[in-house]
């Protein structure tokens, strides 16, 4: 029997919401592949960024102006903009009109909603107009508990404001859902783990007999509420339920339009609508002449670069590090800086933005731990380097952004104190991943991954999910489980976890080349590039007593005559 929250797994989602779309969208009859969103966020965390990057079209509605500038700034360099459509708008009884009417768009094949409020009046009110999506997502209220409930309608609704304790005074109950949904010719199948959305599919749009089984977790009460006031899910939906002060309607008795026109409320402002008409970027790049001596394919994929730096390591290295990629990178490729309290200048192939303005969860990790000395690694006083979660953090979250805005096959997460010292062949870039890896990087013996410079294959979805996972363990302050908090001690257990699972293919960029301390000066990149970490920044490259290899290159025969 299918059981959706088998299905379940996240790359852009909150929660399991990818694999259960994926899963019953693959039962239509016809799948034209549109989407209707409304509460959208700023696409890092939504319900239609992965059907964007799977060519879907549709629309995102939101009504926060910094949301909508947001996804925009993240749509803007894919091919997949000219798919989406997003509309600023709070939606209301009124206006809801606009989306099933003038955006003319009544039966999409999967339709999202979550606006944390008087949802079920939003949906009733566009199923009553003609609305019918094949599959629906919406958020429920767990702790309204098992009876057909929902909250009062207010135009200017705010949970905050009407339950400033809890906010928990907001949304739909499951029944109340299937009481509106089953109406109009939809099963219900279930509700995700995360006890956050319940999942409806219209009969009519899928093929016979896939529904007939189809089941899933009747309810769940929402465990980011259960954890975060420490109460079980029972005693949260009584506290809620007994409540005085807030008014409960029951859809099964209640009509809910009159329930409206009691309600005072302005004309429902309409949409202010931006679209990103952009033609696609060819997803293969003409291939310039190597001298490296290797044959080289037909096409090239796009590859992009994402590193970090703050405004100590701009003047320190980061200028340096910009102006060499300028120099010797090939031209094909691009580079993303995410900057820290500084402003470098960008460029056609270097992009420039500020890290903590995109990476909101970033600056709550570490607003989070600003108090905590040991999450900076100081104990005591004694400062442990490995310890220093919020230092190894910025590098992760820079590449979760790159991956979200970059229409690259290959990204590539990137030091900023590395220095390219000679032109780079695009021909020897493509040899670095294997057309069968996911992800390629330095593995040392005996201690922890080089990750100064990792390539992930974008091409695939679970490459995606791998570098989401990756900010995940800084988020939800999961680095502190692991022996040591840094960016590459959390890599290495995902990579642990993903061989034994079988899910992803790892390629090491130094294959046959003897284990070093310095693995990046000994591989195929130090024929074009040095790492210059740690104290090396102050001597300018890296030292012979860094090679175990013989390097023929200029740059470092004139190395070895330095030292």
Same mark, same amino acid.
């Given at each position: 029997?299918?059981?959706?929250?088998?299905?379940?797994?996240? #790359?852009?989602?909150?929660?399991?919401?990818?694999?259960?779309?994926?899963?019953?969208?693959?039962?239509?009859?016809?799948?034209?592949?549109?989407?209707?969103?409304?509460?959208?966020?700023?696409?890092? !965390?939504?319900?239609?960024?992965?059907?964007?990057?799977?060519?879907?079209?549709?629309?995102?509605?939101?009504?926060?102006?910094?949301?909508?500038?947001?996804?925009?700034?993240?749509?803007?360099?894919?091919?997949?903009?000219?798919? +989406?459509? +997003?509309?600023?708008?709070?939606?209301?009884?009124?206006?809801?009109?606009?989306?099933?009417?003038?955006? %003319?768009?009544?039966?999409?094949?999967?339709?999202?909603?979550?606006?944390?409020?008087?949802?079920?009046?939003?949906?009733?009110?566009?199923?009553?107009? %003609?609305?019918?999506?094949?599959?629906?997502?919406?958020?429920?209220?767990?702790?309204?508990?098992?009876?057909?409930?929902?909250?009062?309608?207010?135009?200017?609704?705010?949970?905050?404001?009407?339950?400033?304790?809890?906010?928990?005074?907001?949304?739909?109950?499951?029944?109340?859902?299937?009481?509106?949904?089953?109406?109009?010719?939809?099963?219900?199948?279930?509700?995700?783990?995360?006890?956050?959305?319940?999942?409806?599919?219209?009969?009519?749009?899928?093929?016979?007999?896939? +529904?007939?089984?189809?089941?899933?977790?009747?309810?769940?009460?929402?465990?980011?509420?259960?954890?975060?006031? &420490?109460?079980?899910?029972?005693?949260?939906?009584?506290?809620?339920?007994?409540?005085?002060?807030?008014?409960?309607?029951?859809?099964?008795?209640?009509?809910?339009?009159?329930?409206?026109?009691?309600?005072?409320?302005?004309?429902?402002? %309409?949409?202010?609508?931006?679209?990103?008409?952009?033609?696609?970027?060819?997803?293969?790049?003409?291939?310039?002449?190597?001298?490296?001596?290797?044959?080289?394919?037909?096409?090239?994929?796009?590859?992009?670069?994402?590193?970090?730096?703050?405004? !100590?390591?701009?003047?320190?290295?980061?200028?340096?590090?910009?102006?060499?990629?300028?120099? =010797?990178?090939?031209?094909?490729?691009?580079?993303?800086?995410?900057?820290?309290?500084?402003?470098?200048?960008?460029?056609?192939?270097? #992009?420039?933005?500020?890290?903590?303005?995109?990476?909101?969860?970033?600056?709550?990790?570490?607003?989070?731990?600003?108090?905590?000395?040991?999450?900076?690694?100081?104990?005591?006083?004694?400062?442990?380097?490995?310890?220093?979660?919020?230092?190894?953090? =910025?590098?992760?979250?820079?590449?979760?952004?790159?991956?979200?805005?970059?229409?690259?096959? #290959?990204?590539?997460?990137?030091?900023?104190?590395?220095?390219?010292?000679?032109?780079?062949?695009?021909?020897?870039?493509?040899?670095?991943?294997?057309?069968?890896?996911?992800?390629?990087?330095?593995?040392?013996?005996?201690?922890?991954?080089?990750?100064?410079?990792?390539?992930?294959?974008?091409?695939?979805?679970?490459? &995606?999910?791998?570098?989401?996972?990756?900010?995940?363990?800084?988020?939800?302050?999961?680095?502190?489980?692991?022996?040591?908090?840094?960016?590459?001690?959390?890599?290495?257990?995902?990579?642990?976890?993903?061989?034994?699972?079988?899910?992803?293919?790892?390629?090491?960029?130094?294959? %046959?080349?003897?284990?070093?301390?310095?693995?990046?000066?000994?591989?195929?990149?130090?024929?074009?590039?040095?790492?210059?970490?740690?104290?090396?920044?102050?001597?300018?490259?890296?030292?012979?007593?860094?090679?175990?290899?013989?390097?023929?290159?200029?740059?470092?025969?004139?190395?070895?005559?330095?030292?």
């Amino acid at each position: 029997m299918p059981n959706i929250n088998d299905h379940e797994y996240s #790359i852009f989602s909150q929660n399991g919401e990818d694999g259960i779309i994926d899963f019953l969208t693959g039962g239509l009859q016809v799948n034209g592949r549109r989407f209707v969103e409304i509460g959208t966020s700023d696409g890092g !965390e939504n319900n239609s960024m992965y059907l964007l990057r799977r060519g879907w079209t549709g629309l995102g509605v939101d009504v926060d102006h910094d949301n909508i500038k947001r996804y925009l700034a993240r749509m803007s360099h894919m091919p997949s903009a000219r798919n +989406l459509t +997003l509309a600023l708008m709070k939606v209301g009884w009124d206006n809801c009109q606009w989306i099933t009417d003038d955006y %003319g768009d009544k039966s999409p094949d999967f339709f999202s909603l979550d606006i944390d409020s008087v949802d079920y009046y939003v949906a009733y009110r566009m199923l009553q107009r %003609g609305f019918r999506p094949s599959v629906v997502c919406c958020e429920y209220n767990a702790f309204l508990g098992h009876g057909p409930l929902t909250v009062m309608f207010e135009a200017d609704f705010s949970r905050r404001q009407l339950d400033p304790q809890r906010g928990l005074y907001f949304g739909v109950s499951v029944s109340a859902w299937r009481y509106l949904f089953e109406q109009y010719g939809y099963k219900f199948c279930g509700v995700d783990k995360a006890g956050v959305n319940a999942f409806f599919c219209l009969r009519s749009a899928f093929r016979p007999g896939f +529904l007939d089984e189809v089941t899933g977790l009747a309810h769940a009460y929402t465990k980011v509420f259960v954890d975060k006031f &420490r109460m079980s899910g029972e005693a949260l939906e009584h506290e809620l339920l007994t409540r005085k002060d807030l008014i409960f309607i029951d859809v099964t008795e209640e009509n809910v339009e009159d329930v409206v026109a009691d309600c005072d409320r302005p004309v429902d402002e %309409g949409p202010l609508v931006f679209t990103l008409d952009q033609a696609e970027s060819p997803r293969t790049r003409p291939v310039a002449s190597s001298d490296t001596g290797i044959a080289a394919p037909r096409t090239m994929p796009v590859v992009h670069a994402a590193a970090t730096f703050h405004a !100590e390591g701009y003047e320190r290295f980061g200028r340096e590090f910009i102006e060499s990629f300028r120099r =010797h990178w090939p031209e094909e490729t691009k580079l993303w800086i995410f900057a820290e309290g500084c402003k470098p200048e960008g460029s056609d192939r270097v #992009i420039v933005r500020d890290l903590h303005e995109d990476a909101k969860d970033l600056v709550e990790f570490k607003r989070r731990h600003a108090n905590n000395p040991g999450a900076h690694g100081h104990f005591g006083d004694t400062y442990q380097y490995m310890l220093d979660s919020v230092r190894w953090s =910025h590098r992760i979250f820079a590449l979760r952004e790159a991956a979200l805005r970059s229409n690259a096959d #290959i990204l590539v997460n990137i030091d900023a104190d590395i220095v390219c010292f000679r032109d780079m062949p695009m021909a020897f870039l493509a040899t670095l991943m294997p057309a069968d890896a996911d992800i390629a990087f330095m593995p040392r013996k005996n201690m922890y991954s080089e990750c100064s410079f990792v390539l992930y294959n974008l091409r695939n979805p679970l490459v &995606r999910k791998f570098i989401t996972d990756h900010t995940d363990y800084y988020t939800h302050d999961r680095i502190f489980q692991l022996g040591r908090w840094t960016d590459c001690h959390a890599f290495d257990a995902m990579v642990a976890a993903h061989r034994k699972a079988g899910s992803l293919k790892f390629y090491n960029l130094n294959e %046959g080349v003897p284990d070093s301390m310095h693995p990046f000066v000994n591989g195929p990149l130090g024929g074009y590039m040095d790492h210059l970490k740690g104290g090396r920044k102050d001597d300018g490259r890296s030292s012979d007593n860094d090679l175990v290899v013989t390097r023929t290159e200029e740059y470092w025969s004139r190395a070895r005559s330095v030292n």
